[in-house]
């Protein structure tokens, strides 16, 4: 269950991201495409996903140093 947690986690959050985008950009003045809104979620998703294997793998670290 750990697995499709963290896959729907992801999922989720790609959604989100996208979402958000759409969203808030025009706000801003940022006109994006479907295609280009879809593109940005997934690079976010990719730097979210090795920030949190990054963290994890600190705190483990630690963990394991005590």
């Given at each position: ?53 990054a ?12």
């Open positions: 269950m750990s697995l499709v947690e963290a896959v729907a986690n992801v999922a989720v959050g790609y959604g989100v991201a996208v979402m958000t985008q759409i969203l808030i950009f025009p706000v801003f003045g940022l006109h994006t495409t479907l295609a280009q809104n879809l593109k940005m979620g997934a690079v976010f998703t990719v730097v979210s996903i090795a920030r949190s294997f963290l994890r793998r600190l705190f483990e670290a630690i963990r394991v140093r005590n």
